[in-house]
């Protein structure tokens, strides 16, 4: 682990992680000037694990931690303050330098500079928290397909092909790719909605906290309502898939073979092995998954064009 910005080794009041390997890797040097020019100690990752460390380390005593990388880089950092028990006291920032930026985007984060921004002048929102087998998510939680693939999908072919990089490892997974024999149990929602569990063979099983799978204007979900976003594709659509040059035309339209709730927790058990989850890029496997929202327990700076109803075009 290197530090900058302090010089006899204790933790500010601010404290910045920074995985410099992320995304190109061209970050590091803008996001250890900007980081030093507004107070933090930097913090940069070394390996595998070091994100939620050193959060941990620093959350005892920091008022502001802030997540410099990809989503995988933010979901570290967030298990960090979870193990120190400094959820619901430590603030939050995102710096989005990762490939995707998905989670930055849906809490209006622009880039680098404008990360720095919000965080001096921006607002402040309490936004919930999944949690699936004691393991903290904040973006959502993807089991079939999509899951395999991003496990797949190495540092190199991210650096040169971004995005495009996830799009390609799905489609070359589909066609090998063994559905999935799952039971799906959602718990009571809103509305007095009753329990319900869906059985059956799975390609996909999409769980967003801030992020929901459909064609609607935009990709972020409440994340402020304590229910999660429960998108399951079924074995039955995989043509359908496999024809279809953008998946998203698929979420965006009705059909049979689509499964949508909206539920506080759930329960997912396999009828045959583990199956290999990705939450916020980082992998689990297992048999039995349960998961659940932590409403509005983490701080967190938002940009200008956060709604936390993105159907709501007025702030509460």
Not at 33 to 52: L, M, P, Q, V
Not at 233 to 245: H, K, N, R, Y
Request: with cysteine; proline share 3%.
């Amino acid at each position: 682990m290197q530090s900058e910005g302090s010089t006899d080794g204790r933790v500010g009041d601010r404290v910045l992680v920074l995985n410099p390997v992320s995304g190109s890797g061209d970050h590091v040097k803008e996001v250890v000037e900007r980081g030093t020019e507004h107070g933090f100690e930097i913090r940069k990752t070394e390996e595998d694990g070091d994100a939620s460390r050193l959060a941990r380390e620093a959350a005892p005593d920091a008022d502001l931690i802030a997540a410099a990388g990809g989503d995988g880089t933010l979901n570290g950092v967030v298990n960090g303050l979870a193990a120190a028990g400094e959820l619901e006291t430590t603030t939050l920032a995102v710096i989005p330098a990762g490939t995707g930026n998905n989670f930055a985007t849906n809490i209006g984060i622009q880039g680098i500079g404008h990360a720095f921004t919000v965080i001096e002048a921006g607002r402040r929102r309490s936004i919930d928290v999944g949690i699936a087998n004691d393991r903290i998510f904040l973006n959502s939680c993807i089991g079939g397909i999509t899951a395999e693939a991003s496990s797949k999908t190495t540092p190199e072919s991210k650096a040169n092909l971004g995005v495009l990089a996830y799009v390609k490892n799905t489609f070359e997974t589909m066609g090998s790719f063994d559905s999935l024999p799952l039971r799906v149990e959602t718990a009571r929602g809103p509305n007095g909605e009753r329990t319900r569990a869906w059985e059956g063979r799975a390609m996909f099983v999409l769980i967003g906290n801030c992020r929901r799978f459909t064609g609607a204007r935009t990709a972020q979900a409440n994340v402020e309502d304590g229910l999660l976003e429960v998108t399951i594709v079924e074995d039955a659509a995989a043509t359908d898939l496999l024809g279809d040059a953008a998946m998203q035309t698929l979420f965006g339209r009705d059909s049979n073979y689509i499964v949508r709730r909206r539920a506080p927790s759930l329960a997912i058990e396999s009828r045959r092995d583990s199956v290999e989850y990705s939450l916020d890029g980082e992998m689990l496997k297992t048999e039995t998954l349960r998961i659940e929202t932590i409403s509005r327990s983490l701080r967190i700076a938002v940009g200008d064009d956060y709604q936390p109803d993105p159907d709501d075009g007025l702030l509460p």
